[in-house]
């Protein structure tokens, strides 16, 4: 190999990495304008079809994107091409007229004037090749011009809103929620198997209804009503199988029972412990009363107080503990009235722990209730800020069902149902719920306000607020005080069925059979008129249907 | 031997002596120099006055070689050309047969209107130029090198001619056709024919100079794809094979030769290194390639009915054949 050859081969494979480099340029567009091809697709199928979330969307796109570029890059530098074709082609774009190809097949030639010749003309036909004029790094138009379009069809695509991304956003939401409504039943499985004194078998039973509920909400894919449907359905269940009421009407009947005990002195303490609820020292009290002390007199005032109290007892056992205490003091037996005393004692104990395991399993089918309440608002449109997803009613506006009262009551229900839906408009709703100065809020009634979503990209559109009920089966609110028509006397006497409530002598409760029927009808009218939103229907309807009479 | 540089140098100077006398017909004087350096024969067309029978004649001139005319007639008898045995008789009054030397015995010949001359007179020259020897009553004779044969003929006066036989075509390495040069050409020939002086070439070389050029032609390289372009070229004037193009079917009776492929490669040769190239282009093969091609391409009577020549098809084939 002549030192000439060699002088050829270097000014050659400058001219090859020249060549390389433009196809490397040539083909990382390539690449990038397939990346965004497939990526367009990509967004075009995700429009079509609820598949992927416009995040997703964008991130897939960006790595196709990038995938594309970085083939085309690889692709386009370590493209090898035959030797002898790039020479020709080399020949053809510099001009060279066949020197480059020439010499390379005289390499192994044997010299001669003629082959130095040759390799002198070539080497000097290379070396007057200006090579940024003839092998330029420039691309032609049609490549920027389709790289241009496509990036525009795909930012099209990518931001433009669409139905689809919003759907799929919903699901992914619910998803979650769901998901998460899982982990709280979970978590309130656990809480009951922490109770104390619980046997496994209650502790079986208990736990049966959410681990129900959880393989439902893990097997099905359940919509937002449906899940919240099936956690409610097992904190009713878990609310029934508490025992709550039963220990509530016998936690208000030792507070009758300690009402009677209050008036002998002896069993005083034991009496306000009743009454305030702290059963255990109200226990404590009376297995340590001392009645050795008591006259004849005294013996036989704790004797009508016991008979009193044993009739106001709910359970069997207490009865007879008090009715056997007062026998014995009455008969001035003072130690066979401290033992029988000691047995009440015992029954109210029993009481207590009852009463707060039942506590404990009432907060866990609360807990369930506030996750039923929570999976039904999952995937709603307020919490997406999907502007879009507000029903169009033509700016109707909401009506303020305020009902105001001129007895001098509170103007409790100044829930404005403000479903100022509108699809062009701003919906404006307007409570018009008016209040005498009471502090008593406008919205007792159980309802929870939530925040319809923030307003659109497009344009600020004020939500209207949807007023949820938000303790359904779940442990009581805050009582209300309303109107009540019941016809009173003079003498205050109450005719109709009605309680006093334990510390307001003024108040009354309004007989639910006869409010029920229209707050009912009213609930169904603001279903059908769509003022309700879809997602909340089912827990309205649940709702009325557990308080039916 | 000769080198390249030399033979630029002796190649530019005939080229430049020629130039004195012959106005306006550089590329006739292109191929007509590649004839002579190859050691081809070329054949002249044109319409009479321009200057062919000057161009040969200045050419022996220019090449200090010896020079016979023939002037072809139909009465013309290939013995007039070649020569023949004459009964002689010596000092001694023995008689014998003595060969006599015809017109065909020098370095350049002149067939002037060659196709005024009977096929028998023209089969004639066929031994001449293709072995460069001639044979009389058994009897061969080496022709002296350098040996060339331009001939010329008329393309319009059909009446009295015999057109070529295809042989006879064949063994000229180009022809070219002779074009009516234009106005400035013309003036300059006016101004050169018309005075009381007349140009007059001077020698630049001699035959041993043409035949190295000759042989330093041959030795220029050719790259591998530029071979197979030559012969892709060839074989797509052949009308009888399937890649042939719709054109070639149409109208070529007849393909090229694969001494038409060995035109090209010399006559490509030699115009790179006439051109200061070291190596055969494709430019080279295209420059040559109507003169080599054309008579030997034979076009059928569709083809003259509609009004297609040899030249129409083969710039068809150079622009569309794949380098």
């Known amino acids: 190999m002549s030192v000439t050859f060699q002088a050829i081969q270097a000014e050659y494979q400058r001219l090859q990495r020249r060549v390389r480099l433009h196809a490397t340029l040539i083909w990382a567009i390539r690449g990038l304008v397939l990346g965004l091809t497939v990526a367009c697709g990509l967004a075009i199928v995700a429009r079509l079809t609820p598949l992927l979330a416009q995040t997703t969307v964008r991130n897939l796109a960006l790595a196709i994107i990038g995938a594309g570029l970085s083939m085309g890059l690889a692709y386009g530098w370590l493209r090898r091409i035959s030797p002898q074709l790039l020479r020709r082609q080399l020949d053809r774009r510099l001009g060279l007229a066949e020197r480059l190809t020439t010499a390379f097949e005289l390499e192994t030639a044997l010299p001669s004037d003629l082959v130095a010749s040759q390799r002198a003309d070539t080497l000097d036909a290379l070396a007057a090749v200006d090579v940024q004029q003839k092998l330029p790094l420039r691309i032609g138009r049609l490549h920027p011009t389709v790289l241009v379009m496509t990036s525009i069809l795909l930012a099209a695509l990518l931001y433009a809103p669409s139905i689809q991304f919003e759907t799929v956003a919903q699901n992914q939401q619910v998803s979650a929620e769901i998901d998460e409504q899982i982990t709280e039943l979970t978590e309130i499985a656990d809480q009951i198997q922490d109770i104390p004194d619980l046997t496994e078998e209650e502790i079986a039973e208990l736990t ?105 007892s709910a359970t069997g056992e207490l009865a007879e503990s008090l009715s056997a205490a007062a026998e014995a003091a009455r008969s001035g037996d003072a130690q066979a009235a401290e033992a029988a005393l000691a047995d009440a004692a015992d029954s109210v104990a029993e009481t207590a722990e009852s009463a707060q395991q039942a506590e404990a399993v009432a907060e866990a089918a609360a807990e369930a209730q506030q996750s039923a309440q929570s999976a039904a608002q999952a995937g709603q449109p307020s919490q997406q800020g999907a502007g879009q997803q507000a029903q169009s009613n033509n700016g109707q506006s909401g009506n303020g069902a305020g009902n105001a009262t001129d007895g001098g009551q509170s103007g409790s229900s ?67 005080e309303v109107e009540s028509d019941v016809e009173t006397t003079q003498g205050n006497d109450i005719l109709a069925e009605t309680r006093s409530l334990p510390d307001s002598d003024e108040t009354s409760l309004v007989p639910y059979n006869e409010v029920f029927g229209d707050y009912s009808q009213a609930a169904g009218q603001a279903i059908e008129n769509g003022d309700v939103p879809v997602g909340l229907r089912g827990v309205v309807r649940d709702y009325f249907t557990l308080l039916e009479p | ?157 059909m009446e009295g001619t015999y057109p070529l036989p295809e042989a006879q075509l064949d063994r000229f390495l180009f022809k070219v056709n002779v074009n009516f040069p234009d106005a400035a050409s013309l003036v300059e020939i006016l ?99 109507p003169a ?21 098809v083969i710039a068809t084939l150079l622009s569309s054949l794949e380098q």
């Open chain 1, 208 to 312: 049966e209804p959410l681990e129900a509920a959880i393989e439902q909400l893990q097997a099905q894919e359940l919509s937002p009503e449906q899940a919240a449907a099936v956690i409610d359905q097992a904190a009713q269940q878990l609310q029934r199988e508490s025992g709550v009421d039963s220990i509530q009407q016998e936690t208000q009947a030792l507070e009758n029972v300690g009402a009677q005990l209050s008036e002998t002195p002896t069993l005083e303490q034991a009496a306000d412990a009743l009454q305030s609820g702290d059963l255990e020292t109200a226990a404590s009290e009376l297995a340590n009363a001392d009645l050795d002390t008591l006259d004849a007199a005294e013996l036989d005032q704790l004797a009508d107080a016991l008979d009193a109290a044993s009739l106001n």
């Open chain 1, 414 to 480: 100044g829930q404005s149902n403000a479903q100022g839906q509108n699809g062009g408009g701003v919906g404006t709703g307007s409570g018009s719920g008016s209040s005498d100065g009471s502090d008593q809020s406008g919205s007792e009634a159980g309802d929870q306000s939530i925040n319809q979503g923030t307003a659109g990209a497009n344009g600020e559109r004020a939500y209207e607020q949807i007023f949820a009920p938000q303790r359904i089966g779940g442990g009581e609110g805050i009582e209300v």
């Open chain 2, 1 to 157: 031997m000769i080198n390249p540089q030399e033979f630029r140098t002796i190649a530019t100077r005939i080229k430049t002596e020629l130039q004195k006398v012959i106005v306006g017909q550089d590329d006739v004087i292109q191929h007509v120099l590649i004839g002579v350096i190859t050691g081809g024969h070329v054949l002249l067309e044109g319409v009479p006055g321009l200057g062919k029978t000057m161009l040969v004649r200045t050419l022996s001139d220019v090449l200090s070689l010896d020079f016979s005319r023939i002037q072809f007639t139909p009465d013309l008898m290939p013995a007039d050309i070649i020569g023949t045995d004459i009964l002689d008789e010596d000092d001694q009054g023995r008689r014998g047969f003595r060969f006599q030397q015809g017109p065909i015995f020098a370095n350049l010949v002149l067939a002037d209107e060659i196709n005024r001359a009977t096929p028998k007179t023209q089969s004639a020259m066929l031994e001449a130029m293709q072995e460069k020897r001639v044979t009389v009553a058994n009897k061969t004779y080496s022709l002296e090198q350098p040996f060339f044969v331009l001939a010329t003929q008329n393309p319009l006066e």
């Open chain 2, 191 to 289: 101004a050169r024919t018309t005075g009381t002086e007349q140009p007059q070439a001077s020698t630049a070389t001699d035959g041993k100079s043409i035949i190295e050029m000759g042989q330093l032609v041959r030795d220029v390289p050719v790259a591998s794809h530029v071979s197979r372009y030559i012969a892709d070229l060839v074989v797509a004037t052949h009308p009888e094979l399937e890649s042939a193009s719709e054109q070639v079917k149409q109208y070529v009776r007849v393909g090229a030769s694969p001494r038409a492929a060995q035109a090209l490669m010399l006559g490509a040769k030699a115009t790179a290194l006439l051109a200061g190239r070291y190596n055969v282009a494709f430019e080279d093969v295209q420059a040559v390639a």
């Open chain 2, 292 to 312: 080599a091609l054309r008579h030997r391409l034979l076009l059928n009577f569709e083809a003259q009915a509609n009004g297609i020549s040899a030249d129409d």
